[in-house]
């Protein structure tokens, strides 16, 4: 939480335990989480959350934003009714959501334009419905971006040179596979612990999108960028089923105009990181390669491609891969 919502609850605390009960002005409270920082892709789609919800409601809802680094926490906790909302990666929530791995299968997306279409189209509705049945509403799809490679002290000239590099994933199984078919050892661990691994040496390298790396100051613990675009990561910010059905139609509606702008706000900060971000990152020191062969690394990974196909159908992936928009 920014020191602005510090300053706003702890007033409103002290109002709260001092003016009659009828004098509060304060709404009923709504918790939303992400894993990042005020100032991120995720941070800046909370605030226009907090703000639309608040703005339309006319402060019958109070939004409060904080932030919770283990992403599977939150999900588990909205899933459990103790927070309202959560928004964030899909990585930890293909755990609660099994159907929705299938975004996360490497170079299914050719870039945002194509990623953004299918998420928007009534593919990624259908798989937003899927969340009800774990106790969840998937309200909107958001976007982490396109996942690049780094690495500290070994420097990357092709996928052969990751063989054996202990490389942190998400909690998130088909990225997992990926990187074990290219020969990583890859190390899923919660968000919130990959700086101390780093620092530690426990993990060789790390793999995230450009506002992720910026935002968390990558560039302080890893010496090597490789520009990979091995997979496109989504986002998406689900609401707990019981709260969404004790809403009004009316409020409904609100909570829904919020979350589109929420995603408004969350990709066009993915897009203003990625157009400066890894120019931001060569300024602070990081050593970017472009990777003009990105084949060589679908070729790493095509055994566990393989795989997915069968998990997920090879019709299912192909449309996908092949979608345009009508």
């Known amino acids: 939480m920014n020191y602005r919502r ?21 709404g009923k409270q709504v918790t939303i989480t992400h894993s990042s920082a005020t100032n991120s892709h995720w941070g ?71 990623a953004r279409g299918v998420l928007d189209s009534e593919v990624g509705d259908k798989l937003l419905e899927k969340f009800k ?37 998400m909690e ?10 290219a020969g990583v050892l ?12 780093l620092q530690q040496g426990t993990v060789d390298g790390q793999e995230n999108p450009i506002p992720v790396i910026l935002a968390g100051n990558f560039d302080q613990l890893q010496k090597y960028l490789y520009l990979t675009s091995h997979v496109y990561s989504p ?40 157009r400066s971000g890894v120019q931001e990152l060569r300024r602070r020191g990081m050593e970017v390669r472009e990777v003009t062969n990105r084949e060589a690394y679908q070729e790493a990974m095509k055994t566990a491609v393989a795989n997915f196909e069968k998990q997920f159908g090879a019709d299912v992936l192909k449309t996908l891969r092949e979608w345009r928009p009508k």
């Open 6 to 26: 510090l300053l706003k609850y702890s007033v409103a605390s002290i109002v709260l335990a001092c003016a009659a009960p009828q004098a509060w002005a304060q």
């Open 186 to 197: 890859p190390t899923p661990m919660a968000f919130s612990e990959l700086p101390s691994a």
């Open 44 to 114: 800046v789609a909370a605030l226009e959350f907090e703000k639309v919800v608040e703005a339309l409601s006319k402060n019958k809802y109070n939004v409060v934003v904080q932030r919770l680094d283990n992403e599977r926490e939150a999900v588990e906790s909205v899933q459990l009714g103790s927070q309202e909302c959560a928004l964030g990666s899909t990585g930890p929530v293909g755990n609660f959501v099994p159907d929705i791995r299938v975004l996360d299968v490497p170079f299914l997306f050719r870039d945002y334009a194509h």
């Open 235 to 274: 986002g998406v910010l689900v609401c707990g089923l019981d709260f969404w059905n004790g809403l009004s139609a009316e409020d409904k509606k609100i909570f829904q105009d919020a979350a589109k702008a929420s995603v408004k706000a969350n990709r066009s900060r993915v897009e203003e990181d990625e």
């Open 133 to 169: 049945a774990r106790g969840m509403i998937g309200m909107v799809w958001m976007e982490n971006g396109f996942r690049h490679l780094t690495t500290g002290k070994k420097e990357v000239q092709s996928p052969s040179d990751v063989r054996g590099m202990k490389i942190r994933t």
């Open 172 to 181: 998130n199984q088909v990225h997992m596979e990926a990187w074990k078919a």
